[in-house]
């Protein structure tokens, strides 16, 4: 398996494996690719100036941060747009996304 980018993180749910690159001269791309074997499947993608920084699943629902926004999509989604369900206005970049239940938590950092 080959994924493009500068930098990949993973994480996992109980179908699927999710990578997703973080390069600062091209758009970041999530991928979804399935446990019992595949190619990746391009889920969403961001505007290079708006590098995935983090990612969290829950209940087929991929939550993921780009500068101070959060940002929700299927998990079954493909080549679709994310839909912002949090901003953090005057908080820098959001990093560290988790969900619990109907919570929504994430950490701000600095600007770059």
């Known amino acids: 398996m ?3 980018g500068e930098k990949i993180a993973l994480f996992i749910d109980g179908a699927n494996l999710y990578a997703y690159d973080h390069d600062f001269d091209a758009p970041s791309r999530l991928y979804r690719i399935p446990l019992t ?3 990746p499947e391009l889920i969403v993608s961001e ?3 708006n590098s995935i920084n983090d990612v969290a699943v829950q209940a087929g629902v991929l939550y ?3 500068r101070n926004q959060v ?3 299927p998990a079954d989604a493909t080549n679709a747009s994310g839909t912002v369900v949090a901003s953090a206005a005057g908080s820098g970049y ?3 996304v988790a969900v619990d239940g ?3 938590f994430w950490s701000a950092g600095g600007a770059r």
């Open 2 to 4: 080959t994924v493009p």
């Open 37 to 39: 074997g595949g190619s």
């Open 47 to 49: 505007p290079e100036e």
């Open 64 to 66: 993921y941060t780009v």
């Open 71 to 73: 940002k929700s999509v």
């Open 94 to 96: 959001l990093f560290g």
């Open 102 to 104: 109907p919570l929504l």
